[in-house]
C-alpha cells in the first residue's frame, strides 16, 4: 500500500524531465510600487551628488535617517523589561489610550467617557488595511470615496479588501491648490451615507490642506449628506509643528457630532519608520458600543497577524505617557517641521534668484513632507536623467531630501527642465 501511494505521488510532482508540476508558471511580476520603485533606482545610481526626492520618511539636514531624543530616552526607560505575552495586553493599551488623546484630545467628552473602539495596529497602513476589512464586513455594499490624488496604496488597501473606491475632486493642477468647489460638489453629489478618506493634515502627496473656515464646510456637508469621516492621520507635527494644531480638522467633525475612524501613524512623526506602530480608532455613540467594535477589530487582526510586536509600542507608550518624554518629543517634531518649511523657503528662493519666470508660491504654500512641484511627467524624466534627481513621476517631492547643501543644485535642475515652459 505504502509503496503504491509513493509510486503515484512521484508520477503526479514529477514529469518526463523531473520537473514540478506547473503549479506558478501563470503567475507574473506584480507592478512596482511608484514610490519603492523610485529610491531603486536612486540606489543603483552611482552619481555622486543625486538626491533622493521620493522617500517618506524624514531626514536631517545632512540627508540621514534621525533617530530622535526623546526615542533614545525611551529605550533608556524600557531598557531591561521583560517583553513577556502577560504585559503585551496593557502596553497595546495604554498605546491607544495615549494616541486617542494625541489625535481626538486628551479633554474630549469621547475619550473620557471611553466611547472609542481601538486597536494597536502595523503602523497606518496597517490601520487603514483594518478598517478597510471592518468596512467589507459590515458595510458590504458600500464603496469608498478617495481623494483625487491620494497615496497610491490607498487604492491597493481597499481593492484588496474588495472595498470598491472611487475618487472625489480635491486638487486643481492651474492653481497648485485645493480644488474646493469641486470638492464640496462631489461630496454633494455623493449617494447619502457614503465612505470617504480624508487627510487631515499634510496631505500627501499634494501638500495642499483646506483651511479651518473650508473644514467646517465639509464637515458640515458631511452632516447633512451622512457620510462617514475616516482620516488617515499620518504626519500629525508635520504640517504646523503643533500636534493640537495640525488634528483640528478632526476636531471640528467631532465637534459637529460625527462619528470618526482614523488611522494613526508615528512611523514619521516619531522617527520609527522600522518600527510599524500604529492605531486604529472608531468613535461610537456609547461604550456598549465601543466594546462590540473593538471585539470586532480585535477578531479581524487575530486572523491577519495575531498581534503586533511589542517593542515599539513600548516605546511610543512611553513617550506619549512620560510628561518630560514628550515634552521634549514635542519640541523635536518643531525642530522637524521648521527644517522643511525652512527648505521649502529656501527653494523658492533660489529659484527666484535663478531668474525663473514661473510661480512657485505653491512651494511654500504647500505644507508637511511633500511638495506637488508641478513638474510634467516628462520633465520629472528629465530631472532624473540630466541631474540624478529622484522622485515620482507625477512630480511629488519630499521636502526631507532637500537639504542647506543640495537645494541650490535642486532649485537649478528645476529651473533648467522647465525652461521650455517659463516666458521669455
Not at 487603514?128 to 469608498?144: K, N, V
Not at 464646510?217 to 482620516?231: A, G
Request: charged share 20%; proline share 5%; net charge neutral.
Amino acid at each position: 500500500m505504502w509503496r503504491s501511494y509513493h509510486l503515484l505521488r512521484r508520477s503526479f510532482f514529477s514529469t518526463s524531465t523531473n520537473r514540478a508540476l506547473p503549479w506558478w508558471d501563470h503567475v507574473g511580476p506584480a507592478p512596482k510600487d511608484p514610490i519603492t520603485s523610485v529610491t531603486e533606482a536612486f540606489l543603483a545610481d552611482t552619481f555622486p551628488t543625486k538626491i533622493n526626492l521620493g522617500v517618506g520618511a524624514y531626514r536631517d539636514d545632512e540627508g540621514k535617517p534621525v533617530v530622535l531624543q526623546c526615542v533614545r530616552e525611551a529605550e533608556t526607560k524600557i531598557a531591561g523589561c521583560d517583553f513577556l505575552e502577560s504585559i503585551s495586553s496593557a502596553v497595546s493599551s495604554k498605546l491607544v489610550e495615549e494616541s486617542v488623546k494625541l489625535v481626538y484630545g486628551k479633554d474630549s467628552e469621547v475619550v473620557k467617557e471611553g466611547r472609542f473602539a481601538g486597536v494597536q495596529a502595523l503602523s497606518g497602513t496597517g490601520a487603514c488595511r483594518l478598517f478597510a476589512e471592518f468596512q467589507r464586513r459590515f458595510y458590504p455594499e458600500s464603496g469608498i470615496y478617495l481623494p483625487d490624488p491620494t497615496w497610491s496604496n490607498h487604492h491597493n488597501i481597499w481593492r484588496d479588501a474588495q472595498v470598491p473606491c472611487s475618487t472625489f475632486s480635491y486638487y486643481h493642477p492651474d492653481s497648485k491648490g485645493l480644488n474646493f468647489n469641486a470638492l464640496i460638489d462631489d461630496v454633494k453629489n455623493a449617494p447619502d451615507g457614503s465612505f470617504f478618506l480624508l487627510h487631515p493634515c499634510a496631505h500627501n502627496p499634494t501638500g495642499v490642506d483646506p483651511t479651518v473656515e473650508q473644514w467646517r464646510e465639509i464637515s458640515h456637508q458631511f452632516k447633512v449628506k451622512n457620510h462617514f469621516p475616516f482620516f488617515d492621520m499620518a504626519y500629525q507635527g508635520f504640517a504646523s509643528g503643533d500636534f493640537d494644531i495640525d488634528a483640528l480638522s478632526i476636531r471640528i467633525f467631532l465637534e459637529d457630532g460625527h462619528l470618526i475612524g482614523c488611522a494613526q501613524s508615528f512611523a514619521k512623526n516619531m522617527g520609527l519608520y522600522g518600527h510599524r506602530v500604529g492605531c486604529l480608532s472608531i468613535l461610537c455613540n456609547d461604550t456598549k458600543q465601543a466594546v462590540a467594535i473593538n471585539s470586532q477589530l480585535q477578531k479581524i487582526a487575530r486572523a491577519m497577524y495575531s498581534s503586533p510586536p511589542v517593542h515599539g509600542i513600548s516605546l511610543v507608550s512611553t513617550v506619549m505617557s512620560d510628561p518630560d518624554t514628550k515634552e521634549l518629543w514635542v519640541k523635536e517634531v518643531k525642530g522637524m517641521a521648521n527644517r522643511i518649511r525652512q527648505m521649502r523657503t529656501n527653494l523658492q528662493e533660489s529659484l527666484k534668484q535663478l531668474g525663473s519666470s514661473l510661480n512657485w508660491e505653491h512651494i511654500t504654500n504647500q505644507v508637511g513632507m511633500f511638495c506637488f512641484s508641478g513638474l510634467t511627467p516628462k520633465e520629472v524624466e528629465r530631472i532624473v536623467k540630466e541631474f540624478h534627481v529622484y522622485m515620482t513621476l507625477d512630480g511629488r517631492m519630499s521636502m526631507a531630501g532637500v537639504t542647506t547643501s543640495n537645494v541650490k543644485y535642486l532649485a537649478n535642475a528645476i529651473h533648467e527642465v522647465t525652461k521650455s515652459s517659463q516666458k521669455g
